[in-house]
Structure formats: C-alpha cells, structure tokens
C-alpha cells in the first residue's frame, strides 16, 4: 500500500477560506494533547488558555493591546505579500520605528510638546519604513534577496537597541537598569479608560484595516501589486513596474511596523527596554496568512494571535506552564495552517494496486 | 488480426459539458492515424483516456486484444504506449542524456545509454547528439529528443499531440521521415492534428472529431483538404474579406537600426533591423520561434528597452518607454503566451480588463472602475463569442483559443493605432482563427497598421499585404502578397538568402 499526491482538479474557493478554520481547530486539538502528555487534564488547560483570560473586562482589554500591533503589522505586510514581496523583518522595523518615535519623545524641545504625539508618529512609521528601505535599495539595485535582507536587519536593529538602552540613552536615574528615562507626559498615549491599558491605537488599527481592503479591492495600485505577484510577466506586459511594487511592497510593511512600534512605545511601555516586542513583528506574518491577507480575515487572525500571548501568560500562572508555550502554539498554528493549505491543492491518494 | 488499439464507445463529461461521446475507432499495428479536430472537439480528452490520464464514463478500450480498464499512465507506459505532449516536458539546463535518462527505470549508466542514444538516433535518422545542452537545441531538435526519449523504451503505441506547431516547414518534413520509419517497424502512431496538409501527407487513416462525436472517418490519402475541413467545422469555411486600402502617408511604425539584445540564455540578437509600418496594412513576420521573433516583439512592446530613437510611434522615439508609456501612444501588443503574460490565470475577466485598459478610463483618482471593467469585458466576450462562464470567470478557466479571442477583443476594443499580434492563431480552431483573421483584417481597413508574427505560412499568405521574414535576428526584404508563396518565404526562413542556415546540426 502506498500514498501518492496528485493535485486537485478544481481547488475550491470554500476550502480555500475554510484551510484557517481548520488550522485553528486541529491547533486546539493538538494543543490538547500536548497539555495531557506534560500531565495538565487538557479541557481544564485549554479553557484557562483560550477562554478564561478574555472573560473578565481586564482581560479583553489586554487581548486587545496585544491584538493591535498584530493587526497594524499583518494589514501592512499583506500590502507586500500580495505583490510577492516577502518582507519578514517587520519584527526589525517595529524596532527601528519604536527607537525613532522615542527618539523624538525624548530629545524633541518643550517647545514642540503640543505636537509631540503627531511627531513621534511620523517618526516610527519614517524609522520602520526607512529600515525596510534599505532592503528595498538592496533588492533593486543589487538583487539581494529581501528574506534575507529584513531578517538580518532585525538583528541589527535589536542589537542597535540593546547599545542605546545599555549606553548613550540609558536613563541615568535609572539604577543602571538598561532602559530609556520615561518618555514625558505630553509624549505618551492616554488609555482610552484609565483602568486599563488599551489606548487610541485600537482606532488606527481599524484604519489600518479599511485601508487594506480600499487598497487591495479598489485601487489602482493594488491591483498592480497583486498582478506583479499573480503573474510578473503580465505585469511587465502592462507596464507595471516591478521595482515599484518591491518598493511600495516593502515600506508599506515597514511603516506599518514602525507605526506599531510607536504605538508600543507610546502607549503599554512608556519608555524603551532591551527588549521591547514579545516576536510581534514575526507572530504578524502568521497573522497575514491565517487571514489570507485579507482585511476582516487579518482582524481575526490577529485576535487569535493575540489571544496565545495572553492565554501563555494566563497558565503561565494559574498552572506553572513555561511562556515558551505562547511560542508553541504559534508555531503550531503556522504549521498546521501550511498543512491545510496544501491540501487545498493537492490530495492524497491510495495507490494500492499492483502495477499491471 | 486483432487491432493495436480498440476503441468502442468511449464517452467522458465534464462538469456542463461533453467531452466526447460515444467515440469508436481502430488502430491497426504499423498504422498513423490522425484525429482530426478543431480546438474544443475532445482530441485532448480522448488522448487523456487512452493514455489512462482521465477514466471514461463508459466504453472500453482494447490494447492488442485485451481489455483495460482503470490503467494508470504508468501501465499505458508498461504495455508500450507513449505519448509526446504538445508542450516539451525537458529539463533545459541539463544534456540530452540525463532528460533521457530521466525518465527510463533501473541504474544510471550514463557512457552506456549515449552509447544507446547514438544508435537509436541513428537507427531512425534523428539528428540527436546526446551530450548538447537542451537549452541549446533548437525547436525541432527538442521535438526529436522527446520522440527519441519515447523510442527507448520501444513503443508498440506512440501518441503525438499536435506535434508540428513549433517546427519549421523543413523540420515537419523531416519528422514525418523519421514517423514512416517508426511505422515502418510496426509502432502504432495516433497523430494529432488541426492541419489538414500534414494528415493528407502523412496518414493511413483518420478519424475526424466535431463537439465530442465521430463525425468522419476517411483515408486522408483519398480526401481533399476541403472535404476534411467540411468534417471538422461542420460547414464550409469562410474566406477572409480583403477590401483594397491605401496606406497612410506617413509610417504609424518605423524600426529604424534595431538591434535588441537577446532575451534568455538560448535568445537571438536581432541584427539593424529597419521596418515601416503604415496604417492600412496588415505585414507579417514570418518564421520560427527563437530567430529573434521574441527580441523584436518586445522591442516593440516595451518589454525590453532600446536606443529611443531605434523605434518610432509616428514620429515619437519611443524606444525607452515602458510598455504602459507606449500603450497611450497609442500601441496595443497581443503576446504569444496567453496565460500568464497576456492574461493573469487567477484573476477574473474583468480584472484582466483593466490589465490593458487601465490607460483608457478604467482607472480614475487611483481606484479601478470595476464596473466598468465589467461591461467591457461582457461586451468583448459578446462580440468575439468568448465561450466563458461570464466576466467572473477566472482567465485559467477559459481553453487556449477563447482565452486568445478574449485578449484579442481586449486589444481591438482599445482600437489601437498600431496593433503587433504574436502568434494570431496558434491553438484556436478552424472557426475561430477564421474570425480573428478577418477582425486583424477590418482593423487595418479602418487605417490602423497590424503586424502579425506568426509561424503559420498560410495564414500569414491570407491576412498580410506583404510579407518579412526573421531568421537569426536578421530581417528579410518584404515579399508582397502576390509574389508569397510558402516555398519562397521556407526557403528565406531556412537562410536560402540570408546565409547560414537557421536550424543548425540539421
């Protein structure tokens, strides 16, 4: 008895959206066995990870912080991934945006403090941007290969961020701890209710969200992009320029994250730490593809991401499970997504028979 | 005697559509016999079935005698029947013997299967030298590999899907010596064909297919061409209206020294190439693919970029604009590769509007009007009778030839000042190419300039007002339509005036 895999006649549109569905459902399953075979009775586990974190408001509003960055990253990563541009250094340029937005926090005069906000926003979505730029610039004039590039970059950009926080921008009133002072007060984002710790930023992330679908279903220039990805040869067929969706495709990305980047630093952390994203930037590329690079479907991918950061946490407590697993199950999802989606295509098939 | 091949009431449908219908036919051993249809009549299925590709619905097929039912391509393969697909399944950056010995069983031995190779080549006259690299080989020398590659492995059945459409008039020639040969020696051939010369030429029998039924089968040897061609249409063909026309006063298209660089690692460097197009005519390229015919369209099309002054839209050097730059000069280019170049495969018929028509009022404030997109694709597939599932349809879901209807209509629909078509034809049935024709005819009457690159001689001979020749990037001097015929313009394309000849080792 042997299996071979042969592709589908007609992939099905249906099974197309429902491959995500799937790779939630076996994630949970799997999930569940994981927990009973560390010893944890797994419905109990499952239910203090998925379910009893988001049942209180405290704990809806922080799924809601988490989910945000998530969201932001995804919308501008998918602009990319649909013109085949596969920027997977957003995690760098969160980082890059969120020291550039600090940057401006606390070194802008007081003079500029009514503006300061507005100002430490264009300067994340410039410093995300500009660090996938460099990228872009490497990809059309030497033809690097941009997986490579971004990645790379995000080392750069952690270890740029651990020097300034351990030397030039330590806080000197701070005990030698490696972190900035605190931005000021014109510089950090309200909570929308001081009770919790979720800000405006939620707003932007819906923005971000319509923006993405105006772009990918109406405009002009996604329709270029997603031409440039579909088929390059029609693409230069038409006219499109390739080197203009690898740019458009790349600081889209870029900016996005650097404008979560400064959402972060703005709003939960107030200030910048050696470490300041929990895999934000890297979780979001799973993001992009459990919703299909699609706008409602990036919505509730990034829930659902959001939802492994604080459910990680939450048995991380209640039942002394390490945080790794928040890693686990992201992993797990991505892998299982990857699995259903190639069985979208393909299918296996017994050939059993002995060979005439 | 029994028949190699026994086919009695084969049927197969499709999801709203019947591929073939109780199809008989008999393939006596030594014998080439054609299926002779339009693009659509269910010559593809029928081979899918034989091959053990597809399952019929109902029917049976009977191989020397015996009974098969459900067989695997890799069975088919086991008794002996080959098939040579229309598109070469090689591996291009690897030598001749290594396609080979990718696809026989067992230990790779290679000094031992050039050996066999050399003499196999030999035994049937195939120019076939084992240790070229395919990516060199010219069209009908890969043509000659995949049939050598079948040879190996010594067919009692060889299948042959639409064999000569990339092949040079002396290179089809050639293949039907080494066919004979095959036949000879008692392989069965089933030959695949819409051209009608070529079954005459070539086969014992033919079975003739129209919309998934039998509807002829004759000794092409004894039929005429146009009794064959009544068979397949269904009724008689029209003959291309060519009202007289008198060219513009001034060229609408000039090449002025064009000498593109060679696209690819097996292009053509195309040699001071010199050209003026007038609105009013139709003027034909004719000659094989790889003589520079890809260089010079997309020196045309913007693909690639030249020496600005090297190409003229009416006096406008246009040679370093971009292809969407040219197309609101006025330009429309219709590519050979339909799916993936003319047309996004994923994307819907509207989309694929907007692929070309965005210059045109399909895009205001940076947003696509899909709406409008959407009439206008309706309105092209309703003027050309695209058959589609409506302006939704994903463009992979259309066959070759309305796909090719489709795109043209697009470009017609944008009524271009100067239209390139690349390939017209290739692939869309009798009835279609007749229609696409005639349209390419009508432009030009209505004081456009069309040039048409094509590899078929007849219908280049029946559109164009005259004629140019590419061979190893150089241009021919025009022949006017009146002084073409297919031995003057063959033997241009083989060199016969312009020096070194295009195929080489043959």
Redesign the interface.
Known sequence: MSYRIEPRRNASALANLLAPVIAVALTLLFGGALFAVLGYPPIETLTAFFIRPVSSMYGFTELLVKAVPLIIIAAGLSVGFRANVWNIGAEGQLTMGAIAATGVGLFAPEALYPMLLPLMFVAGLVGGAAWAGIAALLRTKLNTNEILVTLMLTYIAGLFLSFLVRGPWRDPNGYNFPQTALLPYEGMLEPLDPMYRVTASVVFALIALVALWVVTARSFAGYRLSVGGAAPRAARYAGFSEKGAIWVGLLTGGAAAGIAGFYEAAGPLGQLSAVISPGYGFAAIIVAFVGRLSAPGILLGGLFLALTYVGGESVQMSHGIPSPITRVFQGLLLFLLLASEFFVSYRLVRTGRAAA | MTARLQLAGVSKAYPGVVANDDISLSVAGGEIHAILGENGAGKSTLMKIIYGVTTPDAGEIRYDGKLLEA??P??SR??GIEMVYQHFSLFETVSVAENVALCLEGRLDLPALRLRIRETAARYGLAVDPDRIVMDLSMGERQQLEILRCLMRDPRLLILDEPTSVLSPQAVEQLFTVLRRIAAEGCSIIYISHKLDEVRALCHAATVLRGGRVTGEVDPRQATSHELAVMMVGSDLPIPERPASTPSATPRLSLRGLSGRPLGLAGRRLQDISLDLFGGEVVGIAGISGNGQSELAACL???ALCPAGQVLLGETPVGQM??????RAGLA?V?E?RL????????SLT?NT???G?ASGL?RH???R?AEARRRASAVIERFSVKADGPGALASSLSGGNLQKFILGRELALAPDVLVVAQPTWGVDVGAAAFIRQRLIDLSRDGAAVLVFSEELDELIEICDRIHVLSEGQLSEAVPREEATKDRLGALMTGGELGPVAEPAE
């Open positions: 067989h695997s890799g069975q086991a008794l099309s913007g693909e971009r292809p969407d730059a040219r197309r280019y590519p590769e993936g170049r003319g047309a996004v495969p994923g994307q989309a907007v692929l070309t965005y895009v940076g947003m696509v899909f």
